[in-house]
């Protein structure tokens, strides 16, 4: 996971058959972890093609829903549904994809 030459990663859930005798015990379903590149023209499609889409912002206790993402002087910013404003800096971005499966990305793993 630490790692410099590989890929970011997220949290999905998953069986496969090396995991059986876990997955029994966790109800079918063990967490593991998946590794894909994601940028902020992803997560633009991800907020059109997966509403709603959530996002925690720094040093705030609840997320937001979200429509946009951009990236500004390195700092990876959002544009929240209820209001046309864009905050900023976001410490993660999750949605539910189309398996009913909660994904989430840490705003470092966001190119």
Known sequence: MGDPGRLPSH????????????SRLNGGFT???ARALVNVRDINMICQEY????????????RRKINRARRRLG??????A??????????????LNGLDVLVRYEAHDIR
Not at 11 to 22: F, H, I
Not at 51 to 62: D, F, H, M, S, T
Not at 75 to 80: P, Y
Request: hydrophobic share 45%; proline share 6%; net charge positive.
């Open 51 to 62: 509403p709603p889409v959530y996002a925690l912002i720094e040093g705030e206790k609840r």
């Open 31 to 33: 967490l593991g972890l």
């Open 82 to 95: 209820a209001r046309d404003e864009w905050k900023g800096p976001v410490v993660w971005i999750e949605w």
């Open 11 to 22: 949290r999905v859930a998953y069986d496969t058959s090396r995991a059986k005798a876990a």
């Open 75 to 80: 700092v990876l910013e959002i544009r929240t």
